[in-house]
C-alpha cells in the first residue's frame, strides 16, 4: 500500500517537458551511458522534501520503489534511505548498506550514485574492511567503478585521504569519462584538504592521466601550478 501511495504522489508531481530535458541531459538514448532510463521529469528539491514524510519507512517497504523503472522512483528511495541511515543506528545502517549493496544495479546513472555512495556505503566502512569498494573498483559496470570512487568521499571529509588515492590509481587508466570526472573530483577534494597528498599522486600520473581527471584534480590550484601540470 505505501509503495502506491508513493508512486502516486510521485506521480502527480510530474512534468512532461522537464522528463524530455531529464532524458536528454542523463544521456539516455541508444549506447550512451543512461541508456534505456525513464524519468517523470521531478526536480531534486521536491523529491527530499516528499522523503521527509517517509523518515520512518522501513527499508524493505522501499524495494518496489529503488526498483522502479523510473529514474525519479529510484532516487527518490535513495534519498530516503540516506535520510535514514545518517539518523539510524548501527543496526539500521547494516540493513541499509546490505540492501543497498543487494540492489546496487539499480543504482545506475551518476546522480543515483552521488548521492548515496558516499553517504551509506563511505559512512558504513569508515571504519571497517574497504575491500569492497577495490573490487567495485576493478568491475566491468561503470557504476559500480564510480561507486568505488565516490564512496572515498565521506573518508576524504574525515581527512583520510589512502583509499581516494589507491583507487584513483587503479582508475587512471579508465576509458569512461565519468570515471575520469569522479576521479579528479575526488583528487580535487583531497587537494583542497592536503595539496602536497594531492601533488604526490599528480607528479606520479599526470603524464597518463585522461585530461579530464586532471583538469579537475587541478581546478583549486594556482594558476601557476595549474598550467604547470596541464603543459606536462
Not at 567495485?136 to 571529509?157: C, D, G, K, P
Not at 583509499?163 to 587512471?172: G, H, Q, S, W, Y
Not at 576509458?175 to 575520469?180: A, G, P, Q
Request: a positive charge.
Amino acid at each position: 500500500m505505501m509503495t502506491k501511495e508513493i508512486r502516486k504522489r510521485l506521480k502527480e508531481e510530474a512534468n512532461e517537458k522537464d522528463a524530455l530535458f531529464l532524458q536528454r541531459f542523463f544521456k539516455t538514448g541508444a549506447g550512451q551511458y543512461g541508456e534505456g532510463d525513464v524519468f517523470l521529469g521531478i526536480r531534486v528539491p521536491v523529491l527530499r522534501k516528499l522523503a521527509k514524510e517517509y523518515k520512518t519507512l522501513p527499508p524493505a517497504e522501499l524495494l518496489p520503489v529503488l526498483r522502479s523503472i523510473y529514474h525519479e522512483e529510484r532516487l527518490f528511495a535513495l534519498i530516503v534511505l540516506v535520510n535514514a541511515f545518517t539518523k539510524g543506528d548501527e543496526t539500521l545502517r547494516r540493513q541499509i548498506y546490505d540492501l543497498y549493496l543487494a540492489n546496487s544495479r539499480y543504482i545506475n546513472n551518476w546522480d543515483l550514485v552521488d548521492i548515496s555512495a558516499p553517504n551509506i556505503v563511505g559512512a558504513f566502512l569508515m571504519d571497517k574492511n574497504k575491500a569492497h569498494l577495490y573490487d567495485w573498483a576493478q568491475s566491468n559496470n561503470l557504476w559500480e567503478r564510480r561507486m568505488a570512487m565516490l564512496a572515498t568521499f565521506y573518508f576524504v571529509r574525515q581527512n583520510q585521504f589512502t583509499d581516494t588515492m589507491r583507487i584513483a590509481e587503479l582508475l587512471v587508466r579508465d576509458t569512461e569519462d565519468l570515471i575520469h570526472k569522479a576521479s579528479g573530483w575526488m583528487l580535487r577534494e583531497v587537494g583542497k584538504r592536503d595539496m602536497h597528498c594531492a601533488e604526490l599522486f599528480l607528479q606520479k600520473h599526470c603524464k597518463i592521466m585522461p585530461r579530464t581527471m586532471l583538469r579537475y584534480a587541478i581546478e583549486k590550484f594556482p594558476e601557476a601550478k595549474r598550467q604547470m601540470y596541464l603543459t606536462r
